[in-house]
């Protein structure tokens, strides 16, 4: 306890108030622009409407965050580092697993109402390892006072940390959370609303109620050719691994960054200032840096429907905001604490542990609940996201501020 309060004390020789201001100022700054969303999106400006916030997230997506992991990324990346890094993704990995117990044993106390018990599990499971901790990053990193050093290798080594960890995350979203969140055998979340089961047509159902278009088992040609083997082996398998799911812009931009960066041959074709193709990848660092104000402001915006019609009741919703926002982080810590004892985390590097510490902080992943629009639970989705981001912005501060002392 006496290190702790002498840790608490001093943060890199700053005063108690220092440190808070350091740790408070990028939620202050994130909360900020999120409620500039939020008035946008309000019924007295409307410039923001569901339909545009939409096309905002899609932006977002497919453009701007590809172009700030390409950039920062493949900057920041060598082959020495991909093997330092090792620990970044099995983080990500272990986060969703010690996540899922921690959910598995909240659900199991507080008995969500059906059928939502693995849909309470993947809400505490699974945390925001992108967009937020990279306007955390970039926040803290523009303080003139911050304890990490130079700003601008603060904000690269930051982003390429967070960057490394993504595609990890998204193979998570799309194979483990869509499962997860699979429709209980009533074919709908809404099980009252819900008379027979939707799989398969009765059999006396009426000629105008069969579908216009139904799938039928064509005879296929045969063809023992070696190429048509081939070609439907790689058609099962890009089917099976569901490949189109998982590769996401994203992963992609990550596995080229990766791949361009740890190659000097093209490293410095592309990443260094001299270079011919430079200006393609100063051209995606200017987009990706629009990708932090877009990504809040949608965000923001997103808040003005409320919390929305939830069947979870307030001792579900209550339990989940708990266990992510306060019971995750402090089992992340003792993770994260017991690799650098194990030598697993690169010696003196303390940005590489803040962020991932970040990775257990952070609020329950917005790219979940557009999983669960998918799936057809996106209002109790929507919900759990409001008040979730609504107390982050008290629990995220507070963690900040522990982080900081323990690290310096």
């Not at 006072?145 to 982003?159: A, L």
């Not at 070609?231 to 812009?249: G, N, T």
């Not at 994260?336 to 194990?342: C, I, S």
């Amino acid at each position: 306890m006496e290190r702790l309060v002498t840790a608490v004390a001093a943060v890199g020789g700053e005063s108690v108030w220092q440190s808070i201001k350091i740790a408070v100022i990028p939620i202050v700054k994130v909360f900020t622009i999120c409620f500039l969303g939020f008035l946008m999106a309000s019924k007295y400006v409307k410039v923001l409407p569901a339909s545009g916030r939409r096309l905002l997230n899609g932006l977002v997506f497919l453009l701007l965050l590809p172009c700030l992991i390409f950039s920062e990324l493949g900057e920041a990346i060598t082959w020495k580092k991909l093997l330092e890094w090792w620990f970044i993704p099995v983080n990500v990995v272990l986060a969703t697993i010690l996540g899922s117990l921690i959910g598995l044993i909240t659900a199991t106390i507080v008995r969500p109402p059906y059928p939502f018990f693995k849909f309470t599990i993947i809400q505490i499971a699974i945390g925001n390892i992108g967009n937020i901790p990279l306007v955390i990053i970039s926040a803290l990193c523009s303080e003139e006072s911050n304890p990490f050093g130079d700003s601008e290798q603060c904000s690269t080594d930051g982003t390429a940390y967070i960057s490394f960890g993504q595609w990890v995350g998204a193979i998570i979203l799309n194979t483990y959370v869509f499962r997860m969140l699979a429709p209980p055998p009533e074919g709908t979340f809404d099980v009252e609303e819900a008379s027979l089961p939707m799989k398969n047509n009765p059999k006396d159902i009426s000629p105008e109620q069969v579908p216009l278009l139904t799938q039928e088992t064509e005879p296929r040609e045969s063809n023992n050719s070696t190429s048509g083997k081939f070609k439907e082996f790689f058609v099962f398998l890009y089917d099976k691994l569901k490949l189109k799911q998982i590769l996401q812009p994203p992963i992609i931009a990550s596995i080229l960054a990766i791949v361009l960066g740890v190659v000097p041959v093209f490293k410095h074709l592309i990443f260094t200032t001299d270079a011919p193709l430079f200006f393609f990848a100063d051209s995606c660092s200017i987009l990706g840096d629009a990708m932090i104000p877009c990504t809040l402001l949608a965000l923001g915006g997103n808040l003005i429907d409320g919390p929305g019609i939830s069947k979870l009741g307030f001792r579900t919703t209550a339990a989940i905001v708990f266990a992510r926002l306060f019971v995750v982080p402090p089992v992340g810590l003792s993770i994260v604490n017991l690799a650098d004892k194990l030598g697993f985390l690169p010696a003196g590097d303390k940005m590489f542990k803040f962020v991932l510490l970040l990775q257990y902080t952070m609020p329950t992943s917005v790219l979940a609940g557009a999983v669960a629009s998918l799936r057809g639970c996106g209002r109790d989705a929507a919900a759990v996201l409001f008040w979730v981001h609504i107390f982050s912005v008290i629990s995220m501060a507070g963690w900040i501020v522990l982080y900081l002392s323990i690290l310096f």
